[in-house]
């Protein structure tokens, strides 16, 4: 399972699962990009489909969730990947945007969490991936609401590694990307009142070389 597999680091990360034979869910809110996603992935000879879905819906993950478990008997690894980000300064961001950015990058990987660790406990093995940052370890003006989701973020998966020690076989990792060259930045929200780009150096997440994945126990930030 991939949410914000439409694009960025959640679309490469699904190509690389697919390029490695696994059997892939897909979601985000953009249906058409989504289908497209799937397609590259068949391509690679991976069975795939997509749902869109807004993280920010509890209900809505947890039915992604269950169609996963629907179609493929199981669920073995879930990726909190989708995302979004507003610039400017906290007092010039509205409270809304704050709040959409908070409850898409917090929220949105707590109900990824909560509909995955379920499956993983019944099954007694499984990976979570949540999606943290290097603004998740520093912080950074005009950027606040995504800095605090990504310090909880990274609280977040601490937080639950402490409490699955006693399932072994179920393993969290928070992933700490420094900025990547993705959509999220031309997306953005922005009331900086100026042009914004990611801080370099940029990685690419568009590359169509990678390196196999490795999803070793006991993962760790």
């Not at 809304?96 to 909560?114: K, M, S």
């Not at 998966?157 to 699955?164: A, H, K, S």
């Not at 922005?190 to 196999?212: D, E, K, W």
Request: aromatic residues 8%; neutral net charge; contains cysteine.
């Amino acid at each position: 399972m991939i949410t914000g597999a439409s694009s960025g680091i959640g679309r490469a990360a699904a190509r690389l699962f697919a390029g490695e034979g696994a059997r892939l869910v897909l979601a985000a809110r953009a249906e058409g990009p989504l289908n497209d996603v799937v397609a590259e992935c068949e391509r690679r000879g991976a069975r795939a489909f997509a749902l869109s879905t807004d993280v920010r819906d509890e209900d809505a993950v947890e039915r992604l969730a269950q169609a996963a478990v629907d179609e493929f008997g199981r669920l073995d690894v879930w990726v909190n990947g989708a995302g979004v980000i507003a610039y400017g300064r906290f007092e010039e961001v509205p409270t809304d945007v704050f709040r959409a950015v908070i409850e898409t990058n917090l929220f949105g990987q707590v109900h990824g969490a909560r509909a995955a660790l379920r499956h993983f406990r019944e099954q007694r093995t499984g990976v979570l991936i949540n999606m943290s940052s290097i603004w998740g370890r520093v912080s950074a003006p005009h950027v606040s609401a995504y800095v605090t989701s990504k310090f909880a973020v990274r609280a977040f998966g601490e937080c639950l590694r402490q409490e699955l020690r006693d399932e072994p076989n179920i393993d969290v990792a928070t992933m700490l990307p420094q900025a990547v060259d993705t959509p999220i930045f031309d997306r953005a929200a922005n009331y900086a009142g100026r042009a914004t780009r990611p801080i370099p150096p940029i990685p690419s997440s568009r590359a169509t070389r990678y390196a196999p994945i490795v999803i070793p126990s006991n993962m760790s930030s």
